[in-house]
């Protein structure tokens, strides 16, 4: 009895010493070995007028962009689950860029990933083995009309022990789970001529407000967006987890359905927008991502849809604020 005791105590203790830079219950050790795992693989466009992601100075509040080196900062959470489910980290990866320049460009820019991690082996969850992840997401112009942001189970693409592989749109650095998708938002994102992205180890940027690595310069003003808060809120609500839940296992879930019509309005029935669908029809909250299929069945709809769309379009750029500025970021 007494000897139970003694080892649990000493694994209590080693578990508690472990070091935790940013204090959020999770051990830079675990933190960085799954950051490390999950990097998903990048495809970005060999002409990117900002060339690759960038690295930033660290130490410095403004973002100063040091290399275009394609670096990869990463940030690991701790979710709250309910009693009984089993535990979950949610993990971030950002991709961040000396400037936007597409339509409406501007200097910096900050995109990502996300992956939510399930702990497999409750007896061992300071073992990166323990977990996997269940799902993937990517954001694509999040809060704006044109947000094509979306996810998926991690299964449908392959990527339960390893990180996914993410499509990269020229200029605007939209992040897309299929190259098909890529077209799928109000028509500005063109993922061409891609190459896979080599990146060095990933920079796990800690939490908001206690920064690891230097990156005090995250929670600047400066970032679109602004980069703190993607920081600081969940991709994976359950709203939406329970929708891609509902879907066939070959679907990837529009993060935002509602803002389908409208993208597809703007868009002025261009083909480019097969995977939109107007009238609330059940159909626009989803797209197929099996074989060479992908938005086919979806293309039929919004063909139809077209000519209505392209009528309706002056009256969505007047209720927009006038045009592309509104449309685009």
Same mark, same amino acid.
């Given at each position: ?17 472990? &070091? ?13 070995? !799954? ?24 130490? /410095? ?88 942001? *979306? ?32 077209? *799928? ?15 060095? &180890? ?30 600081? +809120? ?12 509902? !879907? +066939? ?17 703007? !868009? ?18 989803? /797209?197929?991502?099996? %074989?060479?299929?992908? %938005? ?34």
């Amino acid at each position: 009895m007494h000897l139970l005791l003694l080892l649990f105590l000493v694994a209590t203790t080693s578990f508690a010493q472990a &070091p935790d830079s940013d204090r959020d219950g999770l051990s830079d050790a675990l933190e960085n070995a !799954l950051l490390q795992q999950y990097a998903p693989r990048l495809e970005i466009s060999s002409d990117d007028c900002s060339v690759r992601p960038a690295s930033f100075t660290p130490g /410095i509040a403004v973002p100063t962009a040091l290399a275009d080196d394609g670096t990869l900062y990463g940030q690991a959470m701790q979710r709250h689950v309910a009693a009984g489910a089993p535990r979950e980290i949610e993990l971030h990866y950002y991709h961040l860029w000396r400037r936007d320049c597409g339509r409406m460009g501007h200097p910096l820019d900050a995109e990502h990933v996300a992956t939510l991690l399930r702990l497999n082996d409750p007896a061992k969850p300071t073992e990166p083995d323990s977990w996997h992840a269940a799902y993937w997401y990517a954001a694509a112009h999040e809060d704006t009309v044109c947000d094509a942001s *979306h996810l998926t189970r991690a299964s449908t693409i392959g990527a339960e022990t390893r990180g996914a592989r993410v499509w990269v749109s020229t200029g605007k650095h939209g992040s897309f789970l299929t190259e098909k998708m890529c077209t *799928h938002g109000c028509g500005g994102d063109r993922c061409e001529r891609t190459v896979e992205l080599k990146s060095p &180890p990933v920079v796990n940027l800690g939490e908001l407000h206690v920064p690891m690595n230097g990156a005090v310069w995250s929670t600047s003003p400066n970032w679109p967006g602004p980069l703190s808060d993607k920081m600081l +809120r969940s991709d994976f609500l359950p709203e939406r987890t329970a929708r891609v839940d509902s !879907l +066939r296992k070959t679907d990837v879930a529009w993060a935002n359905p509602a803002k389908r019509p409208a993208q597809a309005a703007i !868009l002025g029935g261009n083909s480019a927008i097969d995977g939109a669908v107007v009238g609330g029809d059940s159909t626009g909250k989803a /797209i197929s991502v099996a %074989g060479d299929q992908t %938005g086919d069945a979806l293309g039929t709809a919004a063909h139809k849809t077209g000519h209505a769309l392209g009528k309706s379009w002056h009256a969505v750029r007047k209720a927009l604020g006038g045009g592309e500025a509104a449309a685009a970021k």
